[in-house]
């Protein structure tokens, strides 16, 4: 495979991989840019497809009344968000109180080369889930890739959801 112009490789120095190595000024991420990128609206089923076809996401919720930003993963069922996390973590405290929280849940796929892809967001609600059964298939169906152990599962229903598609500016749809 070969490597795209103006990328460098670099040689991880834990692992070994090789990856694209980061520009080291902005005047030379700005001479490696692709051309401009145009964006396309989604409608609310496309933004719902994509997002169920990626696992992984961002969730947005207030943390002593600033905003404050987790990677998690997730799972979307029927139309909510469905993510874990542990009973310390802000977000679930949120998530407890009587109507639960307003959130905001981003994903994307975004080629960190060529500036393409797509990005996805949901506003909702989140809330806890207690009930029994829902906990256990969804703890069955959702597991986590961090520590410590995720032992709440928490649902965001979806009342808003947007998204954008990034295209070659050149390319015309």
């Known amino acids: 495979m070969s490597t795209p112009p103006g990328v460098r490789l670099e040689q991880h120095h834990e692992t ?12 030379e991420s700005l001479t490696t840019a692709p051309s401009p990128r145009r964006t396309l609206k989604l409608t609310e089923r496309e933004s719902l497809d994509l ?13 002593h009344a600033l905003p404050a930003i987790r990677p998690v993963n997730h799972i979307v069922d029927e ?28 994903a994307e796929d975004l080629d960190p080369v060529e500036h393409v892809g797509w990005s996805v967001i949901v506003t909702g609600t989140a809330r806890l889930v207690t009930e029994p059964a829902a906990v256990t298939r969804y703890r069955k169906l959702l597991r986590p890739w961090v520590e410590p152990e995720m032992d709440q599962v928490i649902s965001i229903q979806i009342e808003m959801i947007s998204g954008i598609r990034l295209v070659d500016g050149r390319r015309q749809d």
């Open 16 to 27: 070994g991989d090789t990856m694209p190595s980061p520009a080291t000024s902005p005047a």
């Open 51 to 63: 997002l169920r076809s990626v696992t992984l996401g961002r969730v947005v919720f207030t943390q």
């Open 79 to 106: 139309e909510a968000v469905i993510i874990r996390s542990h009973l310390g973590a802000a977000i679930v405290s949120h998530s407890a109180v009587r109507g639960g929280a307003v959130v905001a849940y981003e």
